[in-house]
């Protein structure tokens, strides 16, 4: 099983809302992480999980709360999103250290 | 500064022709990735090169890692429509975590 999974699909959600986003794989990775893919620009990340341990923060504004429950599960928590903060968001994973990372076939983000 | 450079950009081709995506950076990487990406789905990855000269070859696809593993190349042999969509190379840095990403080639293949 090589396989990542994220729900929902596709998420549409107003600047007040608070949703959360899901990721899960079953392939044993320890490190997990977040991307954010603008329309025609490469993904750019956002978080990194390495043992259950957040381990790289790029930056990200403090309205994305990610959350790493278990080594199989990875969720992104948003609150008070902007317009701009629409995106195609990417879950992925990988063994520490890498150097191959798995990636599941995202989330599109409509924030309105 | 872009860690990774990719040209061309945007590559159309018709059907049958062979193409060639580079992927160049002045740093030297632990290893190298490409992965083909369609419209609203993740990217899936094609190949991973390690060994500086390495050369991989995937059916019609052949990846190549610079002897000083700064550069790869990824060549198609008579493309057919099936191989549209965004290409990527990405590179690790020693043994962090971070996945760096070139910006892309998006290739479209006319039939």
């Known amino acids: 099983d090589t396989e990542v999974t994220q729900t929902p699909k596709h998420l549409v959600m107003g600047m007040t809302n608070k949703k959360s986003l899901k990721c899960e794989q079953h392939?044993?990775?320890?490190?997990m992480y977040w991307y954010k893919q603008k329309a025609k620009k490469p993904p750019e990340l956002m978080f990194v999980?390495?043992?259950?341990?957040?381990?790289i923060n790029e930056s990200v504004p403090s309205r994305f709360s990610p959350e790493c429950p278990n080594s199989s599960l990875l969720n992104l928590h948003l609150h008070a999103l902007q317009p701009e903060d629409s995106a195609l968001y990417l879950c992925?994973?990988?063994?520490?250290?890498?150097?191959?990372?798995?990636f599941g076939q995202g989330t599109r983000l409509t924030v309105v | 500064t872009q860690l990774l450079e990719q040209s061309p950009q945007f590559l159309s081709i018709q059907e049958g022709e062979n193409l060639t995506v580079y992927c160049n950076s002045s740093?030297?990487?632990?290893?190298l990735q490409w992965y083909r990406q369609e419209p609203g789905e993740g990217p899936v990855l094609l190949v991973t090169?390690?060994?500086?000269?390495e050369v991989k070859k995937l059916k019609r696809l052949t990846f190549q890692f610079g002897d000083a593993r700064k550069d790869s190349s990824l060549h198609i042999t008579a493309a057919q429509p099936g191989d549209t969509g965004l290409y990527l190379c990405?590179?690790?840095?020693?043994?962090?975590?971070?996945?760096?990403f070139g910006k892309g080639t998006l290739l479209t293949v006319n039939p």
């Open positions: 740093s030297v990487f632990s290893s």
């Open positions: 992925a994973s990988s063994h520490p250290g890498g150097p191959e990372a798995f």
């Open positions: 990405a590179g690790v840095k020693g043994s962090n975590y971070k996945l760096t």
């Open positions: 392939m044993g990775h320890r490190a």
């Open positions: 999980y390495s043992y259950e341990k957040l381990s």
């Open positions: 090169v390690v060994t500086g000269g």
